[in-house]
């Protein structure tokens, strides 16, 4: 039992490319969540998704994508990555009473 | 749009002295949700209160939720060094799931 696996760990993107940063989960959650965490920060919520083929925005979505095709998956797409995207990225799975975070994604954006 | 307001930002303390940290919200809330964030790390979910009024205990951990369920608090008795980290609360938006977190309480303990 894994629980909340992400990839990559750390990533450097130069402004205007495009990327995907992979969430996993094995604990049949219905509610997966990305968050990013700017330094010294709290957690924004990016996008969200109650079960796979629902997904809503959250308070950041802009330049942001998701897709939520299986229970187990919910990968976040950037679309053209700007510098203020810069950031750690968590994703999250649980039910309606707790989350389980992954480790986290560093990305920089140069 | 709703705000989730978490103070102090910071606190300092001695290993020994306790710690309290209070949330805030605009509206009256269904649930909230305290978290743990160790330096580098992930959060990490502690509990769920649901109740007015209710008072939940972990160990030195103490969490209350308010009666008009608009405020929730956790308190840290006699902090040690392992306390040392970020209390996040999640609140979340009326009808969803979609969880707002509030600005956290970073805690330092000296020993």
């Known amino acids: 039992n894994a629980g909340v696996t992400q990839t990559p760990k750390f990533q450097v993107l130069k402004t205007g490319q495009s990327m995907t940063l992979q969430c996993a989960q094995d604990?049949?959650?219905?509610?997966m969540s990305w968050y990013r965490q700017d330094p010294g920060m709290g957690l924004r919520l990016i996008h969200y998704?109650?079960?796979?083929?629902?997904?809503d925005q959250g308070e950041v979505p802009n330049g942001y994508n998701v897709s939520r095709s299986t229970t187990e998956d919910f990968p976040l797409r950037l679309l053209s990555a700007a510098p203020s995207q810069t950031s750690v990225y968590f994703c999250?799975?649980?039910?309606?009473?707790?989350?389980?975070f992954g480790p986290g994604t560093r990305l920089t954006v140069t | 749009g709703q705000q989730v307001m978490q103070i102090p930002q910071y606190q300092h303390v001695q290993e020994g002295e306790d710690f309290t940290t209070y949330c805030n919200s605009s509206?009256?809330?269904?649930?909230i949700q305290w978290y743990k964030q160790r330096p580098g790390g992930h959060p990490v979910f502690l509990i769920q209160?649901?109740?007015?009024?209710e008072v939940k205990k972990q160990k030195r951990l103490t969490f209350q939720f308010g009666e008009a369920k608009k405020n929730s608090s956790l308190h840290i008795t006699a902090t040690q060094t392992t306390d040392v980290g970020t209390y996040f609360c999640?609140?979340?938006?009326?009808?969803?799931?979609?969880?707002?977190f509030g600005t956290g309480t970073r805690l330092k303990v000296l020993a």
């Open positions: 999250a799975s649980g039910r309606a009473y707790e989350q389980y």
């Open positions: 209160l649901v109740k007015s009024g």
């Open positions: 509206t009256t809330l269904s649930n």
């Open positions: 998704s109650v079960g796979a083929g629902i997904t």
């Open positions: 999640a609140e979340p938006t009326s009808g969803t799931y979609k969880y707002i």
């Open positions: 604990m049949n959650h219905e509610y």
